[in-house]
C-alpha cells in the first residue's frame, strides 16, 4: 500500500460539517482495514473510526451518531463525513492503512498520511 493522502480539512463553525478524503490506492487496499485517528494540541493520538475491506464499520464514541466512514475499493479512497462539529473535534486528523482489530480494540496500521487539519471554532 502507498502513503495515504489526506485532504479536505478546513475551518468550520460549531455545527457545521465537513468531508475529508484519503487517497491510499495499492493491490492490498481492498483487503486492508482503513481508519482515522485525531491529534489535540497537548494530547495523544486518539483512535476516529475504522472500516473494514468489506465494509464493516466502527466509530469511537465521542463521534458515533455524528461522523461516517466509507471507502472507495474501486479508487483507493477513504471518506469521513463529519457533522455537528463541536470544538472538542479540533485536532489534525491522519488517515491510517493496514488497523488490526484484536481483544475489541483496533491498533493502528504501519501506513501513515501527513494529517490534516481540522478547526472548530466562532
Known amino acids: 500500500q502507498v502513503q495515504p493522502v489526506e485532504s479536505g480539512g478546513g475551518l468550520v463553525q460549531p455545527g457545521g460539517s465537513l468531508r475529508l478524503s484519503c487517497a491510499a490506492p495499492g493491490p492490498r487496499f481492498h483487503i486492508d482495514s482503513m481508519g482515522w485517528y485525531r491529534q489535540a494540541p497537548g494530547d495523544r493520538r486518539e483512535w476516529v473510526a475504522a472500516?473494514?475491506?468489506?465494509?464493516?464499520?466502527m466509530y469511537a464514541d465521542s463521534v458515533k451518531g455524528r461522523f461516517t466512514i466509507s471507502r472507495d475499493n474501486d479508487k483507493g479512497m477513504v471518506f469521513l463525513e463529519m457533522n455537528d462539529l463541536k470544538p472538542e473535534d479540533t485536532a489534525v486528523y491522519y488517515c491510517?492503512?493496514?488497523?488490526?482489530?484484536?481483544?475489541?480494540?483496533?491498533?493502528?496500521?504501519?501506513?501513515w498520511g501527513q494529517g490534516t487539519q481540522v478547526t472548530v471554532s466562532s
Open positions: 491510517n492503512g493496514g488497523l488490526l482489530f484484536s481483544a475489541g480494540r483496533w491498533t493502528s496500521g504501519p501506513y
Open positions: 472500516i473494514t475491506g468489506v465494509g464493516i464499520s
